[in-house]
């Protein structure tokens, strides 16, 4: 039985967000569902893009984000079981780490913005560092957190409506967000727009569902070994039961090409971009793991092993450009 659909639901077909073609095919339908309303997957034949059409709308995607529960109930999920503020400490200490890293390759502090700055997290960590920094975040209960709890100046909205001045920041960062834009050559030239010329900028991206890993499970159906996998790894991996599916937060979804075509379009360098996947909580964090567990968890430092080195596709990306000048 379907839940019922819980706002008002409309949707708009599109082309193709980086390369503009109209021509695509089907690459995975029934994907997501907003109740009774299910959102497929194509794929574009010129550039390789994968994308949900037709989209929610923009009214539709406002709603969605609206959800109180966002970062507490949707975010993650799979990833990560915890609820997002809880994890306030070890995301500090992540961050940190993450900062220190921004910091050697970009050659030093300076001023920093963060594209969809959720909790504040990642900015906090910045500035204990000693950075200045800004942050622009749609969801309201996320921007009143990182303002009210952690002091940071956090503008709640859209990019284009955050009043801020062109060419004053040494980094810009939008990690995890593009994919859940509808125009992100729109948006990435905004937020290169705000960098001064030199500055750089870091863009993470999933690339999982667009990649090989995705595709063959897909070709595999009944032969992928779901005891060995689990329920959780199992929705982790996108390849559970249609009726678990959630929301189409990710309408797009990056390869390697699209996303340094994008990045490259938007008049940046691209120094690196690196692949990775993200470890899964429940694997990872569990203090006395099954044999089971151990197994997956050396499947998944082995396949890390193998995107770091360059020798397998990523789930993961993580490009560091830099604009042109300064
Ligand atoms: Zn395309």
């Not at 984000?65 to 949707?74: A, K, L, N, S, V």
């Not at 667009?210 to 595709?215: A, D, E």
Request: aromatic share 8%.
């Amino acid at each position: 039985m379907s839940p019922a659909t819980p706002f008002p639901v409309s949707l708009e077909s599109w082309a193709c967000a980086v390369c503009g073609a109209d021509d695509s095919r089907p690459y995975r339908e029934k994907m997501y569902a907003i109740g009774e309303v299910r959102f497929d997957l194509v794929r574009c034949s010129r550039c390789g893009l994968v994308y949900a059409n037709p989209r929610p709308d923009g009214p539709t995607l406002g709603r969605m984000y609206d959800d109180p529960e966002y970062y507490t109930r949707g975010y993650n999920l799979g990833v990560e079981e915890q609820n997002y503020f809880e994890r306030k400490d070890e995301l500090l200490a992540q961050y940190d780490g993450e900062v220190a890293v921004l910091e050697n390759e970009t050659g030093g502090r300076g001023s920093l913005l963060e594209l969809g700055s959720a909790g504040g997290f990642f900015i906090e960590a910045a500035r204990r560092r000693g950075w200045k920094v800004q942050g622009i975040e749609l969801s309201p209960p996320a921007a009143r957190y990182s303002i009210e709890e952690l002091g940071l100046p956090v503008f709640e909205g859209l990019l284009e409506e955050a009043p801020l001045e062109p060419g004053s920041f040494d980094v810009v960062v939008a990690d995890n967000v593009l994919e859940h834009t509808t125009d992100p050559a729109g948006v990435l030239r905004r937020l290169c727009d705000l960098l001064r010329p030199g500055g750089h900028a870091l863009i993470v991206v999933p690339t999982y569902v667009n990649s090989p890993y995705f595709r063959i499970s897909l070709g595999l159906g009944s032969l992928v070994p779901r005891r060995l996998l689990g329920p959780k790894l199992l929705a982790l991996l996108k390849l559970d039961e249609e009726e678990a599916r959630g929301y189409p937060y990710h309408i797009l979804e990056f390869n390697r090409p699209t996303l340094l075509r994008l990045a490259r379009g938007a008049g940046l360098e691209v120094l690196r971009a690196d692949r990775s996947v993200p470890y899964p909580a429940h694997l990872f964090k569990e203090p006395r793991p099954t044999l089971r567990q151990r197994l997956l968890r050396g499947a998944f430092r082995g396949l890390n092993a193998g995107m770091r080195a360059k020798l397998l596709p990523g789930a993961r990306l993580r490009l560091l450009g830099r604009k042109s000048g300064g």
